[in-house]
């Protein structure tokens, strides 16, 4: 039995996973992180539009601050996030950018004087101070008050995620590539690492750790068709589920992008609309404004999807052999503004569709693109449950996203979330020892051998290709943008029958090392978990919020339904997770629940969000001379590390 003892495990070599790394490395606890692949090919890198941050230097941010980006974040959710998670991010978020431009991010930069932008379809002439000249310039994204995503061209992922490997690598961090951690090691409410397998040799090796951190990004690959990269399979979340102790939040919450190409699914970033392109129909008509006649294609992502399908629905989409679909037109942005600052998605439309954006047309819809649920976490970044165990980025639920992310405060995030739970678990590995016994991880070790060894040998059974292609064509058809009781009836009812199957595995390939075969054997079982917890937490939500979306339940019902959908799978042998939740409560909120702004407003609204509101304008009366740095930590106190406490800088405002 190879063991590995180490202070701080990182599973995961995307931005998040690598941020933590650093934050614990930097307090003087060996780290090691574990990566699928190697670390600069991470799905990180697919990131395209931008990072959100109130650094306010662009002239359509001036006034930009926290509350601000608060206020929208919070909006954004549709009230379902944790709003101390929400302040933590804001106000941590311009030291994170400041940081790796430090680092060695490249962030684009304004230029003083004039220049021409597309703003509503027509071009605008702005100018940007010259005081501002060489700050971070930043672009406009939806659901946003100001312009506040900060960006590299459309290649911010990938600036960022090279920057953060070269960090790691600058100060030493191992990071252990071709490695995936099948389950975690526990004992008696605490984790103490993961039992890993070498995907090229096929050698199981116990890494045990004082603290261990799930970065394994999102599950978009429980989808037939999706944004998200060939890696991104929940098995992070998966092998936290089935400890049967930690927990799981809003895995129903699950967000489409309203403009990946068609038919493969490949992002065209929202930085296309935040530059000025349009949505346009197969008559050529923008149809965004007679649905939102305010933020028109910069709505919410949810909103701007969820219009897309209901006009197509009116027999408005374009027809093709790959389905119906709509137009985003970035011509109007002209070749120079492309080629400089959309050049990703010229090449994407180059080498897939064939076509010069900067002439034609790119054919778009929705496709699912961002996991808002994952491992439940405090907003440490603990597991509320399982003591030692963290999660950052993606695969978590820290909650800053509730029912809905903007955009740009994903990939903010990672490197946030990064610094803050990163801290965390610094402290975590400073006041625990390491106290497991080795027959605890053998026990571990033994359990997922035998596994493996039933799948080597088994002579008949299911195919794993075939189990994930039907599950994949369940969650699109059943537990898409809009859903419904009986579609995720059925999508429950089928997935519990896929359950079975897969516990009935077989290989023609059965060899233990380098054998991918092996690999979805087992994978697959515990992504149909996954998915069972996506369409069983929706078939119980009735309400629509967010990027969940009931057409048999359209209202928010905040009176009902402001909680968060907390999941367990505690039986291997169950068929349904068990669900329970956890209200959010208004009394603590620093913006109580309103409406987000968009249509009809259809809120049940909860009996205490007009308590919370009396006494919010009581406390301001009560304090006519507060700051809003005082009055922010009157109404919501937050646990942030100190290192992070101290005020932002702005021009033309210094830390006011």
């Given at each position: 039995m190879k063991v590995i003892y180490t202070d701080s495990l990182v599973i995961g070599g995307g931005l998040a996973g690598l941020r933590v790394a650093i934050a614990s490395m930097q307090r003087g606890f060996d780290t090691i992180v574990l990566?699928?692949?190697?670390?600069?090919?991470?799905?990180?890198?697919?990131?395209?539009?931008?990072?959100?941050?109130?650094?306010?230097?662009?002239?359509?941010?001036?006034?930009?601050?926290?509350?601000?980006?608060?206020?929208?974040?919070?909006?954004?959710?549709?009230?379902?996030?944790?709003?101390?998670?929400?302040?933590?991010?804001?106000?941590?978020?311009?030291?994170?950018?400041?940081?790796?431009?430090?680092?060695?991010v490249p962030w684009s930069r304004v230029k003083g004087g004039d220049r021409d932008v597309i703003i509503n379809g027509k071009k605008v002439t702005i100018t940007e101070k010259q005081e501002a000249h060489g700050l971070i310039s930043s672009r406009d994204f939806g659901g946003t008050k100001k312009w506040r995503t900060c960006f590299t061209s459309d290649g911010t992922g990938h600036t960022m995620l090279y920057?953060?490997?070269?960090?790691?690598?600058?100060?030493?961090?191992?990071?252990?590539?071709?490695?995936?951690?099948?389950?975690?090691?526990?004992?008696?409410?605490?984790?103490?690492?993961?039992?890993?397998?070498d995907l090229i040799t096929g050698e199981l090796i116990a890494y045990v750790a004082k603290a261990t951190t799930v970065a394994t990004g999102g599950y978009g690959r429980l989808y037939a068709i999706t944004t998200n990269s060939v890696i991104s399979e929940g098995i992070g979340n998966a092998i936290a589920l089935e400890t049967g102790v930690a927990t799981l939040g809003n895995m129903e919450a699950v967000q489409f992008h309203p403009t990946a190409i068609v038919p493969v699914g490949i992002l065209t970033t929202e930085g296309c609309r935040g530059d000025g392109g349009l949505l346009l129909d197969k008559d050529g008509y923008r149809f965004m404004p007679d649905y939102e006649p305010d933020k028109k294609e910069l709505a919410s992502r949810d909103v701007v999807s969820r219009r897309i399908i209901e006009h197509m629905r009116k027999g408005k989409g374009v027809a093709s052999r790959y389905g119906d679909h709509i137009w985003l037109d970035i011509t109007l942005l002209g070749r120079k503004h492309i080629e400089k600052n959309l050049r990703e998605v010229k090449e994407i439309c180059e080498y897939f569709l064939g076509i010069d954006p900067a002439k034609e047309y790119i054919p778009v819809r929705p496709t699912q693109?961002?996991?808002?649920?994952?491992?439940?976490?405090?907003?440490?970044?603990?597991?509320?449950?399982?003591?030692?165990?963290?999660?950052?980025?993606?695969?978590?639920?820290?909650?800053?996203?509730?029912?809905?992310?903007?955009?740009?405060?994903?990939?903010?995030?990672?490197?946030?979330?990064?610094?803050?739970?990163?801290?965390?678990?610094?402290?975590?590995?400073?006041?625990?020892?390491?106290?497991?016994?080795?027959?605890?991880?053998?026990?571990?070790?033994k359990q997922e051998e035998k596994k493996i060894t039933d799948l080597l040998t088994r002579e008949f059974g299911e195919n794993p290709f075939e189990l994930k292609t039907q599950m994949q064509k369940i969650m699109m058809d059943d537990v898409g943008i809009f859903r419904n009781a009986k579609d995720l009836e059925k999508a429950v009812e089928e997935l519990k029958v896929l359950n079975q199957r897969a516990k009935n595995i077989a290989l023609r390939n059965r060899i233990s090392s380098s054998n991918p075969e092996l690999v979805e054997a087992i994978r697959v079982p515990k992504m149909i978990k996954v998915a069972q917890c996506i369409a069983y937490g929706a078939m119980l939500r009735t309400e629509s919020r967010g990027a969940h979306s009931r057409e048999d339940f359209p209202e928010r019902n905040d009176k009902e339904w402001?909680?968060?959908?907390?999941?367990?799978?505690?039986?291997?042998?169950?068929?349904?997770?068990?669900?329970t939740y956890e209200d959010l409560d208004v009394m603590k909120m620093e913006l109580p629940p309103a409406s987000r702004g968009y249509g009809v407003d259809n809120t049940v609204h909860h009996p205490d969000t007009a308590k919370r509101e009396a006494q919010i304008e009581e406390i301001k009366k009560a304090n006519p001379g507060a700051d809003r740095f005082k009055l922010q930590e009157l109404l919501n106190p937050i646990p942030i590390p100190e290192k992070f406490k101290g005020k932002n800088e702005r021009i033309g405002r210094g830390f006011k």
């Open positions: 990566s699928l692949i190697p670390a600069k090919r991470s799905h990180s890198a697919a990131a395209q539009g931008g990072m959100q941050a109130s650094l306010g230097a662009c002239i359509k941010g001036d006034g930009d601050d926290e509350e601000i980006h608060f206020g929208d974040t919070v909006r954004g959710s549709d009230w379902g996030c944790d709003q101390d998670v929400a302040r933590m991010f804001v106000n941590t978020a311009p030291k994170a950018i400041r940081q790796l431009s430090a680092w060695g920057t953060m490997d070269n960090k790691v690598i600058q100060l030493g961090i191992p990071v252990h590539e071709r490695k995936e951690a099948i389950a975690l090691i526990h004992d008696d409410g605490v984790c103490y690492g993961a039992v890993v397998r693109h961002y996991s808002m649920g994952g491992i439940r976490t405090k907003a440490t970044g603990e597991s509320s449950t399982l003591k030692g165990l963290f999660a950052a980025g993606e695969a978590s639920c820290w909650d800053l996203h509730g029912f809905n992310r903007l955009g740009g405060n994903s990939v903010a995030e990672t490197v946030v979330a990064g610094m803050i739970v990163g801290e965390f678990v610094a402290d975590y590995c400073a006041e625990n020892t390491l106290n497991v016994s080795g027959t605890t991880i053998e026990h571990f070790m402001l909680k968060r959908t907390i999941t367990t799978w505690k039986d291997d042998d169950a068929d349904l997770p068990e669900i």
